[in-house]
C-alpha cells in the first residue's frame, strides 16, 4: 500500500531533551516536506526536500533540522526542544517537485508536547 | 512565492444544504490548483485539483473551476452531508507550498 508513515504519532518530552520524528514513503518520491499545524495559525511549512542531499528551509524553520540522505526518509530533528514546538506535525510526499503540480501525499500526524 | 486567501470559518451548515468556499490565488505563472480535505484526526488528503485554466476538477460530488480571469478556484457541492464535515484547504503548486489556515465546515443533520 502506497503510504506515507510516521513515528511516532504521539510524543511527550521536555524542554532541551534532543528528539527526532521519522517519516518514511514508499512511493519513490523525490519531494519530501514537513508541516506543523498549530490553531488559528493553519498548516505552516517547515522544511522541504527536492531529492536526495537536497534541503530548503519553509516558512517556519527555526528550531528544526532535517536531513536527506536516502530518497525515501525524511526525519525531523529537534535538537533543544522547547514549549512553543508543541504542535501537530506532518510529513508529506510528491512524485516530484510539487512546483510541477503533482499531489501531496500526508502521513497521518505526529502530536507532539514539548513541557 | 504562490499563495492563495480563502475564508477561514467555520462554516456551519444544515445536511442537503449547497456549499460554496471560496478560493482566490495569486501566483507567478498558471500553477495547478488544488483542494486537499482533512477530516477530523487524519492528515491532509487531496479532493480535487485542476493543472491549466478552465479546467474543473470533481470528486465525491465536489466541483471547482480553474478561473483565470478572476484567479479563483472556488470549491463547491450542491448538497453536503454530516460526513463532509472537515477542514478544507485550498493551495497552488509551487517549490514551497502554503496552506493556510483552512476552512472549517460543519454539517448538522
Known amino acids: 500500500e502506497a503510504q506515507v508513515t510516521q513515528n511516532p504519532r504521539y510524543l511527550i518530552t521536555v524542554t532541551g531533551k534532543k528528539l527526532t520524528v521519522t517519516c518514511s514513503q514508499n512511493?519513490?518520491?523525490?519531494?519530501m516536506s514537513w508541516y506543523r499545524q498549530d490553531p488559528g495559525l493553519g498548516l505552516r511549512q517547515i522544511y522541504y526536500s527536492m531529492n536526495v542531499e537536497v534541503t530548503d528551509k519553509g516558512d517556519v524553520p527555526e528550531g528544526y533540522k532535517v536531513s536527506r540522505k536516502e530518497k525515501r526518509n525524511f526525519p525531523l530533528i529537534l535538537e533543544s526542544p522547547s514549549p512553543n514546538q508543541t504542535s501537530l506535525y506532518f510529513c508529506?510526499?510528491?512524485?516530484?517537485?510539487?512546483?510541477?503540480?503533482?499531489?501531496?501525499?500526508f502521513g497521518p500526524g505526529t502530536r507532539l508536547t514539548v513541557l | 512565492g504562490n499563495s492563495v486567501t480563502q475564508m477561514e470559518g467555520p462554516v456551519t451548515l444544515s445536511e442537503e444544504a449547497f456549499l460554496t468556499i471560496n478560493c482566490t490565488y495569486t501566483a507567478t505563472g498558471y500553477p495547478s490548483l488544488f483542494w486537499y480535505v482533512q477530516y477530523p484526526g487524519e492528515g491532509l488528503q487531496l479532493l480535487l485539483k485542476?493543472?491549466?485554466?478552465?479546467d474543473k476538477g470533481s470528486n465525491k460530488g465536489f466541483e471547482a473551476t480553474y478561473r483565470k480571469e478572476t484567479t479563483s478556484f472556488h470549491l463547491e457541492k450542491g448538497s453536503v452531508q454530516v460526513s463532509d464535515s472537515a477542514v478544507y484547504f485550498c493551495a497552488p503548486s509551487g517549490y514551497a507550498l502554503n496552506f493556510g489556515k483552512g476552512t472549517s465546515l460543519l454539517v448538522t443533520p
Open positions: 485542476a493543472t491549466k485554466a478552465d
Open positions: 508529506a510526499s510528491s512524485k516530484t517537485s510539487a512546483w510541477g503540480g503533482d499531489t501531496q501525499y
Open positions: 512511493m519513490n518520491h523525490e519531494y
